[in-house]
Protein backbone atom coordinates (compact mmCIF):
# COMPACT_ATOMS: atom_id res chain seq x y z
CA UNK A 1 0.00 0.00 0.00
CA UNK A 2 1.18 3.16 -1.08
CA UNK A 3 1.88 6.40 2.07
CA UNK A 4 -1.01 9.14 2.05
CA UNK A 5 0.37 11.83 0.86
CA UNK A 6 0.09 15.69 1.96
CA UNK A 7 1.39 18.49 3.55
CA UNK A 8 1.01 20.37 7.14
CA UNK A 9 -2.08 22.59 6.83
CA UNK A 10 -1.04 26.16 6.87
CA UNK A 11 -3.18 28.90 5.73
CA UNK A 12 -1.77 29.54 2.61
CA UNK A 13 -2.14 25.89 1.60
CA UNK A 14 -5.40 24.88 2.28
CA UNK A 15 -6.91 26.73 -0.82
CA UNK A 16 -5.21 23.50 -2.68
CA UNK A 17 -6.49 20.67 -0.34
CA UNK A 18 -8.69 19.56 -3.51
CA UNK A 19 -5.74 18.48 -5.08
CA UNK A 20 -6.19 14.88 -5.47
CA UNK A 21 -2.48 14.00 -4.86
CA UNK A 22 -3.42 15.49 -1.18
CA UNK A 23 -4.61 12.45 1.35
CA UNK A 24 -3.23 13.38 4.00
CA UNK A 25 -2.89 16.34 6.45
CA UNK A 26 -0.65 16.98 9.40
CA UNK A 27 -2.22 19.63 11.95
CA UNK A 28 -0.57 21.92 14.11
CA UNK A 29 -2.15 21.77 17.43
CA UNK A 30 -1.63 25.19 18.62
CA UNK A 31 -3.45 26.42 15.52
CA UNK A 32 -6.06 23.96 16.28
CA UNK A 33 -6.82 24.15 19.72
CA UNK A 34 -6.54 28.05 20.10
CA UNK A 35 -8.95 29.62 22.34
CA UNK A 36 -11.10 31.28 19.28
CA UNK A 37 -11.46 28.73 17.30
CA UNK A 38 -15.30 27.08 17.67
CA UNK A 39 -15.02 24.52 15.03
CA UNK A 40 -12.89 21.79 14.24
CA UNK A 41 -9.50 22.62 12.36
CA UNK A 42 -10.46 20.71 8.97
CA UNK A 43 -13.88 21.67 9.26
CA UNK A 44 -15.52 20.85 5.59
CA UNK A 45 -12.12 19.08 4.47
CA UNK A 46 -11.57 15.50 4.32
CA UNK A 47 -8.06 12.89 3.95
CA UNK A 48 -7.80 9.53 4.29
CA UNK A 49 -4.99 10.03 6.93
CA UNK A 50 -4.97 12.87 9.58
CA UNK A 51 -1.86 13.42 12.27
CA UNK A 52 -1.83 16.17 14.75
CA UNK A 53 1.76 17.31 15.40
CA UNK A 54 3.37 18.70 18.55
CA UNK A 55 6.43 20.55 19.63
CA UNK A 56 5.52 21.29 23.63
CA UNK A 57 5.86 17.51 25.27
CA UNK A 58 9.70 17.60 25.99
CA UNK A 59 10.16 13.87 25.83
CA UNK A 60 13.25 13.65 26.78
CA UNK A 61 12.53 15.67 30.30
CA UNK A 62 13.16 13.86 33.41
CA UNK A 63 8.99 14.17 34.16
CA UNK A 64 6.23 13.09 31.83
CA UNK A 65 4.35 15.53 30.18
CA UNK A 66 1.52 17.17 32.37
CA UNK A 67 -1.95 14.57 31.55
CA UNK A 68 -3.78 18.31 30.84
CA UNK A 69 -1.88 18.74 28.09
CA UNK A 70 -2.32 15.47 26.93
CA UNK A 71 -5.97 15.83 26.99
CA UNK A 72 -5.88 18.69 25.20
CA UNK A 73 -3.91 16.89 22.35
CA UNK A 74 -6.36 13.81 22.29
CA UNK A 75 -9.44 16.11 22.15
CA UNK A 76 -8.23 17.77 19.14
CA UNK A 77 -7.51 14.54 17.77
CA UNK A 78 -10.62 13.31 18.11
CA UNK A 79 -12.69 16.40 16.84
CA UNK A 80 -10.79 16.31 13.54
CA UNK A 81 -10.10 12.69 13.12
CA UNK A 82 -6.72 11.83 13.20
CA UNK A 83 -4.99 8.60 13.27
CA UNK A 84 -1.92 9.65 15.08
CA UNK A 85 0.32 12.03 17.18
CA UNK A 86 3.73 13.28 17.15
CA UNK A 87 6.24 14.85 18.48
CA UNK A 88 9.99 15.57 18.55
CA UNK A 89 12.71 13.09 20.44
CA UNK A 90 13.93 16.12 22.44
CA UNK A 91 12.55 18.15 25.21
CA UNK A 92 12.16 22.05 25.52
CA UNK A 93 12.41 22.45 29.63
CA UNK A 94 14.03 20.36 32.06
CA UNK A 95 11.43 20.12 35.10
CA UNK A 96 7.65 21.44 35.16
CA UNK A 97 7.32 25.02 35.05
CA UNK A 98 10.77 25.58 34.77
CA UNK A 99 12.64 27.72 32.03
CA UNK A 100 12.05 26.88 28.62
CA UNK A 101 14.89 26.30 26.06
CA UNK A 102 13.14 28.53 23.35
CA UNK A 103 13.17 25.65 20.51
CA UNK A 104 13.46 21.51 20.93
CA UNK A 105 16.61 20.36 21.84
CA UNK A 106 18.19 16.97 21.30
CA UNK A 107 19.17 14.95 24.40
CA UNK A 108 22.42 14.29 25.60
CA UNK A 109 22.86 10.78 24.60
CA UNK A 110 23.11 8.78 27.79
CA UNK A 111 21.82 5.76 29.28
CA UNK A 112 19.89 8.16 32.41
CA UNK A 113 17.98 9.88 29.26
CA UNK A 114 17.23 7.06 27.22
CA UNK A 115 15.49 5.53 30.48
CA UNK A 116 13.39 8.37 31.50
CA UNK A 117 12.84 8.77 27.26
CA UNK A 118 11.62 5.33 26.96
CA UNK A 119 9.18 6.04 30.70
CA UNK A 120 7.62 9.31 29.19
CA UNK A 121 7.00 7.26 25.89
CA UNK A 122 5.15 5.10 27.66
CA UNK A 123 2.91 7.09 29.78
CA UNK A 124 1.95 9.11 26.72
CA UNK A 125 1.25 6.22 24.89
CA UNK A 126 -0.90 4.73 27.34
CA UNK A 127 -2.88 8.14 27.54
CA UNK A 128 -3.39 8.31 23.99
CA UNK A 129 -5.09 4.68 23.61
CA UNK A 130 -5.61 4.27 20.11
CA UNK A 131 -4.07 7.30 18.87
CA UNK A 132 -0.62 5.86 17.78
CA UNK A 133 2.03 8.26 18.87
CA UNK A 134 5.54 8.73 16.59
CA UNK A 135 9.10 10.80 17.70
CA UNK A 136 10.22 12.55 15.33
CA UNK A 137 14.37 13.29 14.54
CA UNK A 138 15.69 16.68 15.04
CA UNK A 139 18.37 18.53 13.16
CA UNK A 140 21.03 20.25 15.76
CA UNK A 141 22.44 23.43 16.63
CA UNK A 142 25.11 21.46 18.46
CA UNK A 143 26.07 18.27 19.58
CA UNK A 144 26.07 17.12 23.47
CA UNK A 145 28.54 14.94 25.01
CA UNK A 146 26.91 11.99 25.14
CA UNK A 147 27.69 7.80 25.95
CA UNK A 148 25.90 6.37 22.67
CA UNK A 149 25.31 7.60 19.47
CA UNK A 150 22.19 9.08 18.12
CA UNK A 151 21.46 6.35 16.20
CA UNK A 152 21.75 3.57 19.20
CA UNK A 153 19.77 5.77 20.84
CA UNK A 154 16.62 6.23 18.23
CA UNK A 155 16.82 2.50 17.89
CA UNK A 156 16.76 1.34 21.24
CA UNK A 157 13.85 4.23 21.85
CA UNK A 158 11.95 2.36 19.06
CA UNK A 159 12.29 -0.90 19.98
CA UNK A 160 11.66 -0.46 24.02
CA UNK A 161 8.66 1.62 23.90
CA UNK A 162 7.34 0.39 20.22
CA UNK A 163 6.43 3.48 19.08
CA UNK A 164 6.83 5.45 15.38
CA UNK A 165 9.57 7.07 13.98
CA UNK A 166 8.10 10.31 12.10
CA UNK A 167 11.60 10.97 10.17
CA UNK A 168 12.32 13.92 9.32
CA UNK A 169 14.39 13.53 5.66
CA UNK A 170 15.10 17.21 5.46
CA UNK A 171 16.32 17.31 9.57
CA UNK A 172 18.72 14.11 8.48
CA UNK A 173 20.07 15.77 5.58
CA UNK A 174 20.91 19.27 7.56
CA UNK A 175 22.84 16.86 10.11
CA UNK A 176 25.25 15.35 7.37
CA UNK A 177 26.11 18.65 5.88
CA UNK A 178 26.38 21.09 9.42
CA UNK A 179 28.08 17.85 10.95
CA UNK A 180 29.38 15.02 8.66
CA UNK A 181 26.79 12.58 9.70
CA UNK A 182 25.91 10.29 7.23
CA UNK A 183 21.87 10.83 6.26
CA UNK A 184 21.67 7.65 4.44
CA UNK A 185 23.60 5.59 7.49
CA UNK A 186 21.23 7.22 9.88
CA UNK A 187 17.48 6.14 7.57
CA UNK A 188 19.26 2.49 6.69
CA UNK A 189 19.96 1.89 10.60
CA UNK A 190 16.93 3.38 12.25
CA UNK A 191 13.88 2.26 10.14
CA UNK A 192 14.06 -1.33 10.57
CA UNK A 193 13.61 -0.73 14.16
CA UNK A 194 10.61 1.40 13.90
CA UNK A 195 6.84 -0.07 13.94
CA UNK A 196 5.52 2.07 11.70
CA UNK A 197 6.85 5.71 10.06
CA UNK A 198 5.94 8.84 8.85
CA UNK A 199 7.96 11.25 6.72
CA UNK A 200 8.61 15.14 7.19
CA UNK A 201 9.91 16.75 3.74
CA UNK A 202 11.10 20.25 3.29
CA UNK A 203 13.80 22.82 1.98
CA UNK A 204 16.10 25.37 3.35
CA UNK A 205 19.46 27.00 2.39
CA UNK A 206 22.26 27.05 3.70
CA UNK A 207 23.63 30.34 5.68
CA UNK A 208 27.35 31.22 4.84
CA UNK A 209 27.58 33.52 7.67
CA UNK A 210 27.21 31.12 9.99
CA UNK A 211 28.85 28.22 7.39
CA UNK A 212 25.41 26.21 8.59
CA UNK A 213 22.24 24.28 6.61
CA UNK A 214 19.17 25.79 7.67
CA UNK A 215 16.15 23.98 8.26
CA UNK A 216 13.93 26.75 7.14
CA UNK A 217 10.92 25.59 5.70
CA UNK A 218 11.19 28.40 3.26
CA UNK A 219 12.35 26.39 -0.22
CA UNK A 220 11.91 23.59 -2.45
CA UNK A 221 12.72 20.57 -1.45
CA UNK A 222 16.62 19.80 -3.25
CA UNK A 223 17.77 17.31 -4.88
CA UNK A 224 19.45 15.23 -2.18
CA UNK A 225 16.27 15.02 -0.20
CA UNK A 226 14.29 13.53 -2.74
CA UNK A 227 16.84 10.76 -2.96
CA UNK A 228 16.77 10.39 0.36
CA UNK A 229 13.17 9.99 0.02
CA UNK A 230 13.02 7.37 -2.31
CA UNK A 231 15.89 5.42 -0.42
CA UNK A 232 13.87 5.68 2.90
CA UNK A 233 10.27 4.86 0.75
CA UNK A 234 11.97 1.49 -0.01
CA UNK A 235 13.48 0.37 3.37
CA UNK A 236 10.08 1.38 4.87
CA UNK A 237 8.29 -0.97 2.19
CA UNK A 238 4.99 -1.34 3.73
CA UNK A 239 4.81 0.49 7.09
CA UNK A 240 5.24 4.13 6.21
CA UNK A 241 1.78 5.46 6.59
CA UNK A 242 1.75 9.15 5.42
CA UNK A 243 4.37 11.89 3.84
CA UNK A 244 4.00 15.45 4.92
CA UNK A 245 5.72 18.20 3.02
CA UNK A 246 6.56 21.38 5.41
CA UNK A 247 6.28 25.01 4.37
CA UNK A 248 6.33 27.70 7.04
CA UNK A 249 7.33 30.90 4.45
CA UNK A 250 8.67 32.26 1.62
CA UNK A 251 5.38 30.10 0.34
CA UNK A 252 4.92 29.13 -3.51
CA UNK A 253 2.43 30.00 -5.98
CA UNK A 254 -0.59 27.25 -6.15
CA UNK A 255 1.53 25.48 -9.11
CA UNK A 256 4.46 25.09 -6.59
CA UNK A 257 2.39 23.28 -4.30
CA UNK A 258 0.52 20.96 -6.14
CA UNK A 259 3.69 20.17 -8.01
CA UNK A 260 5.85 19.05 -4.47
CA UNK A 261 3.03 16.84 -3.45
CA UNK A 262 2.39 14.97 -6.94
CA UNK A 263 6.16 14.51 -6.51
CA UNK A 264 5.77 12.84 -3.25
CA UNK A 265 2.99 10.77 -4.82
CA UNK A 266 4.12 9.85 -7.80
CA UNK A 267 7.94 8.71 -6.48
CA UNK A 268 6.15 6.67 -3.78
CA UNK A 269 4.32 4.99 -7.10
CA UNK A 270 7.66 4.64 -8.27
CA UNK A 271 9.78 3.14 -5.47
CA UNK A 272 6.59 0.44 -4.49
CA UNK A 273 6.63 -0.01 -8.46
CA UNK A 274 10.62 -1.44 -8.65
CA UNK A 275 9.77 -3.46 -5.81
CA UNK A 276 7.18 -5.16 -7.32
CA UNK A 277 9.06 -5.97 -10.39
CA UNK A 278 12.41 -7.22 -8.82
CA UNK A 279 10.32 -9.63 -6.48
CA UNK A 280 8.73 -10.72 -9.75
CA UNK A 281 12.19 -11.19 -10.85
CA UNK A 282 13.34 -14.12 -8.18
Not at 131 to 149: P, S
Not at 158 to 169: A, F, I, M, N, Q
Not at 199 to 223: C, K, N, Q, T, V
Not at 232 to 248: Q, S, Y
Request: proline share 5%; aromatic share 12%; net charge negative.
Amino acid sequence: MLPATGYAMRDENRPYADDPAWTAVEIDFKRADHPLRTEPFLQGLAFDYVSVHTLDLSICSPEPPDPQYLDALVEVAHENGAQAITDHLGFTHGVKGGAGVGHVMAPPFTEAALDSTCRNIDVIQRHFGNFKFYVENLAHFFAWQGEIDEITFMKRVLERTGCGLLLDVTNSYANQQNFGDDAGDFIRAVMPAASRVQMHLAGGYFDERWGRYIDSHSESIPPEVWTLYQEALAIGAGKVDAVFIERDWKFPREEGWRNEVHRAQHLAAVVAQRAQTAEFAR
